[in-house]
Nanobody, 127 residues
Framework: QVQLVESGGGLVQAGGSLRLSCAAS??????????MGWFRQSPGKEREFVGA????????SYAESVRGRFAISRDNAKNTMFLEMNSLKPEDTAVYYC??????????????????WGQGTQVTVSS
């Protein structure tokens, strides 16, 4: 079993920055064996892909809406993934979730490709 805990959300003005963290743990868990992803969901909207990072952190994929503003990184020694969010816009307001994918090693963009999910952290961007 894998536990994922997000942190770092909050209220920020448009144009500001936030850094989210996703701490992973588990009894027989090897963080570097998992592709990690970020998703977000706003009220009344479906969950959407934000970005993902390969097991070793050398490959990243981003949604077009955040490319150039958001950056994903991971520290396998600390079992933690990060989402650096810059130039935030009101439309970035959402609950942000981290997710882990154990089987394929492929960077997926669909939620159903991921096996474990965190509880989410709220990000609110005011105009």
């Amino acid at each position: 079993q894998v536990q994922l805990v997000e942190s770092g959300g909050g209220l920020v003005q448009a144009g500001g920055s936030l850094r989210l963290s996703c701490a992973a743990s588990g009894r027989t868990f090897t963080f570097s064996s998992y592709v990690m992803g970020w998703f977000r969901q706003s009220p009344g909207k479906e969950r959407e892909f934000v970005g993902a990072i390969s097991r070793l952190g050398n490959i990243r994929s981003y949604a077009e809406s955040v490319r150039g503003r958001f950056a994903i990184s991971r520290d396998n020694a600390k079992n933690t993934m990060f989402l650096e969010m810059n130039s935030l816009k009101p439309e970035d307001t959402a609950v942000y979730y981290c997710a882990a994918e154990a089987d394929s090693g492929r960077i997926g963009r669909r939620g159903d490709e991921y096996d474990y999910w965190g509880q989410g952290t709220q990000v609110t961007v005011s105009s």
